[in-house]
């Protein structure tokens, strides 16, 4: 289960969900799930709004998720 550790912002969470699941179909080995989340934090990140903004740059948009669960 991918959950959040604390209230987060819908627009970040939607885009973090989205760059998350696009990313998990090509992640192989143990570390995959992990890595598409570390990837999906890091694309949050540095999103770049249409006005040149990075919105969602500090980490209370992207940090507080976490997987939890059997990693098999």
Same mark, same amino acid.
């Given at each position: $289960? ?8 819908? *627009?970040?969470?939607? @885009?973090? $969900? ?5 990313? @998990? ?10 890595? *598409? ?14 006005g040149g903004a990075h919105p ?5 948009y992207w940090a507080g998720f ?7």
């Open positions: $289960m991918l959950v959040s550790l604390w209230p987060v912002d819908d *627009a970040a969470t939607a @885009l973090l $969900m989205r760059e998350f699941y696009r990313r @998990l179909p090509t992640a192989s080995g143990a570390g995959a799930r992990a890595e *598409a989340l570390r990837e999906a934090q890091r694309a949050v990140r540095d999103w770049e709004s249409p969602y740059a500090h980490p209370a976490t997987l939890v669960g059997d990693a098999g």
